[in-house]
């Protein structure tokens, strides 16, 4: 219902006081709001410069990202290993024709490709992939990188680093040169693999651990993240996790999890990121696009929130059927900071839900969401599908507000949007106070 003469928006309480927004304004100024703040993207796949190929951009990434990949399979007669048989130009190529010319790229993955052709004036109608192709040679990634977060509306973004991963281990033992747009996290996921994988690895580094992570093995992977830590200087540790994950657990994963993660997260008093609920290869024929979701046990959460009070956790969930559990452990535990709408989650149908939820459940009190890009231009179609998706979302929020006789501002409103985008991310990674 829209206010009656009788129940006029209250203008704003005097002379300089801000003007309080009618239902009418509210759209545009959360609109407006929306399109002119920075976000912060707080989990990417992406990397700067000094990363060299495994920082990856360009029509042929973008066509090759995974998400495409695994709806190419869907339309294609081409089977996956001739697929990866062929050169990533050729892969490109069979995409764009499955997906873009023989079929509407209607997807949230396929219009993503179309957006970003669209933002740089390129033909998204085209045959083939020429004109984009010489585009793209045509830029420098020095000069493209902040061109293209400028785009997005991102002022920085979080990386993805793996301190045992083979391309991207010796960048950091050179000394990585910080970009003033890029901050690093700590991932976890090898370490918490199946203990016989990692311990190799960390030896190979010169860390002494044995394959029972037995005796100094649990100082030294303490030893090992404190040297990282040095090293990286993440703004958080992270970790993707089953769906059959449990805490409590009598596992080598379980007490690495206890006895070094956590110990170290105080210590250097950085919060631990738990993205839970992936089924890794599901289809390992299609590699990274093989991975499925499940409904987890949140269980491991609450046992993990309530027994270390003094960790502070990020955390995603992967399965829709766990969305409002964790909004109910958020309100239980102030250690718990749910953010973004992970992976498969990531549309605006689903986006739209959970957001509603958190919402009505948490307030502001949440980290709206994250892009996951893994390929440079993919911030450009995300974060504008992102704020296209909250324009309804924030709108109808604060006209409920409004109606139930609540004073809304345009600097409430830009204050929101910098909480959920913005300043609760940095308040929980200690960078700032959550203004
Ligand atoms: O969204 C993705 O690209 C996934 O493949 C994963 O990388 C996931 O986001 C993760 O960080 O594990
Ligand atoms: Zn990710």
């Given at each position: 219902m829209?206010?009656?003469?009788?129940?006029?928006?209250?203008p704003?309480?005097?002379?300089?006081a801000?003007?309080?927004?009618?239902a009418?304004?509210i759209?545009?100024?959360?609109?407006?709001?929306?399109a002119?703040?920075?976000?912060i993207d707080?989990?990417?796949?992406?990397?700067?410069?000094?990363?060299?190929?495994?920082?990856?951009?360009?029509?042929?990434?973008?066509?090759?990202?995974?998400?495409?990949?695994?709806e190419?399979?869907?339309?294609?007669?081409?089977?996956p290993?001739?697929?990866?048989?062929?050169?990533?130009p050729?892969?490109?190529?069979?995409?764009?024709?499955?997906l873009?010319?023989?079929?509407?790229?209607?997807?949230?993955?396929?219009?993503?490709?179309?957006?970003?052709?669209?933002?740089?004036?390129l033909?998204?109608?085209?045959?083939?992939?020429?004109?984009?192709?010489?585009?793209f040679?045509n830029?420098?990634?020095?000069?493209?990188?902040p061109?293209?977060?400028?785009?997005?509306g991102?002022?920085?973004?979080?990386?993805?680093?793996?301190?045992?991963?083979?391309?991207?281990?010796?960048?950091?033992?050179?000394?990585?040169?910080?970009?003033?747009?890029?901050?690093?996290?700590?991932?976890?996921?090898?370490?918490?693999?199946?203990?016989?994988?990692?311990w190799?690895?960390?030896?190979?580094?010169?860390?002494?651990?044995?394959?029972?992570?037995s005796?100094n093995?649990?100082?030294?992977?303490?030893?090992?993240?404190?040297?990282?830590?040095e090293?990286?200087?993440?703004?958080?540790m992270?970790?993707?996790?089953?769906?059959?994950?449990?805490?409590?657990?009598?596992?080598v994963?379980?007490?690495?999890?206890?006895?070094?993660?956590?110990p170290?997260?105080?210590?250097?008093?950085?919060p631990?990121?738990?993205?839970?609920?992936?089924?890794?290869?599901v289809?390992?024929?299609?590699?990274?696009?093989?991975?499925?979701a499940?409904?987890a046990?949140?269980?491991?959460?609450?046992?993990?929130?309530?027994?270390?009070?003094?960790?502070?956790?990020?955390v995603?969930?992967?399965?829709?059927?766990?969305?409002?559990?964790?909004?109910?452990?958020?309100?239980?535990?102030?250690?718990?900071?749910?953010?973004?709408?992970?992976?498969?989650?990531?549309?605006?149908?689903?986006?739209?839900?959970?957001?509603?939820?958190?919402?009505e459940?948490?307030?502001?009190?949440?980290?709206?969401?994250?892009?996951?890009?893994?390929?440079l231009e993919?911030?450009?179609?995300?974060?504008?599908?992102?704020?296209?998706?909250?324009?309804?979302?924030?709108?109808?929020?604060?006209?409920?507000?409004s109606?139930?006789?609540?004073k809304?501002?345009?600097?409430?409103?830009?204050?929101d949007?910098?909480?959920?985008?913005c300043?609760?991310?940095?308040?929980?990674?200690?960078?700032?106070?959550?203004?």
């Amino acid at each position: 219902m829209e206010a009656t003469s009788f129940e006029k928006p209250d203008p704003g309480g005097g002379f300089g006081a801000p003007a309080t927004l009618t239902a009418d304004q509210i759209q545009s100024v959360v609109k407006d709001v929306l399109a002119t703040s920075q976000f912060i993207d707080m989990h990417t796949h992406l990397y700067s410069p000094v990363f060299g190929k495994i920082g990856l951009w360009g029509i042929d990434e973008l066509l090759t990202y995974h998400y495409l990949e695994a709806e190419f399979f869907r339309y294609s007669s081409m089977t996956p290993e001739q697929y990866w048989s062929l050169p990533k130009p050729a892969q490109a190529d069979a995409i764009w024709q499955a997906l873009f010319v023989e079929n509407s790229p209607v997807s949230e993955a396929t219009r993503g490709v179309i957006a970003v052709l669209h933002a740089f004036a390129l033909p998204t109608g085209a045959s083939g992939l020429t004109e984009a192709r010489s585009f793209f040679k045509n830029q420098t990634i020095e000069d493209h990188i902040p061109r293209v977060l400028k785009m997005a509306g991102v002022s920085s973004v979080v990386m993805t680093n793996d301190p045992l991963d083979a391309e991207e281990q010796p960048v950091w033992m050179k000394g990585v040169q910080r970009h003033p747009q890029f901050q690093a996290v700590l991932r976890l996921d090898r370490l918490l693999r199946e203990w016989s994988e990692p311990w190799p690895l960390l030896a190979s580094q010169g860390y002494q651990v044995d394959d029972q992570a037995s005796g100094n093995s649990i100082a030294e992977i303490r030893r090992f993240l404190a040297d990282w830590c040095e090293r990286m200087r993440p703004v958080y540790m992270a970790v993707s996790l089953p769906d059959t994950f449990q805490f409590p657990e009598d596992t080598v994963r379980g007490k690495i999890l206890r006895e070094a993660v956590l110990p170290s997260c105080r210590e250097f008093g950085l919060p631990l990121s738990l993205m839970i609920g992936v089924r890794r290869q599901v289809n390992p024929g299609l590699r990274l696009g093989g991975d499925g979701a499940g409904r987890a046990d949140l269980r491991a959460l609450e046992n993990l929130c309530r027994s270390f009070p003094d960790n502070r956790f990020l955390v995603s969930v992967l399965s829709r059927e766990n969305q409002h559990e964790l909004c109910v452990y958020a309100r239980k535990f102030s250690n718990l900071m749910p953010f973004g709408c992970w992976w498969f989650l990531n549309n605006p149908s689903i986006v739209e839900e959970i957001t509603r939820e958190r919402i009505e459940m948490l307030g502001t009190s949440f980290i709206a969401q994250h892009s996951d890009a893994r390929v440079l231009e993919q911030v450009i179609y995300k974060w504008r599908n992102t704020r296209n998706t909250f324009t309804p979302i924030l709108t109808e929020t604060y006209r409920s507000l409004s109606r139930d006789g609540g004073k809304v501002t345009r600097g409430n409103i830009e204050r929101d949007v910098r909480r959920l985008f913005c300043s609760n991310f940095t308040r929980w990674t200690g960078q700032g106070d959550g203004a």
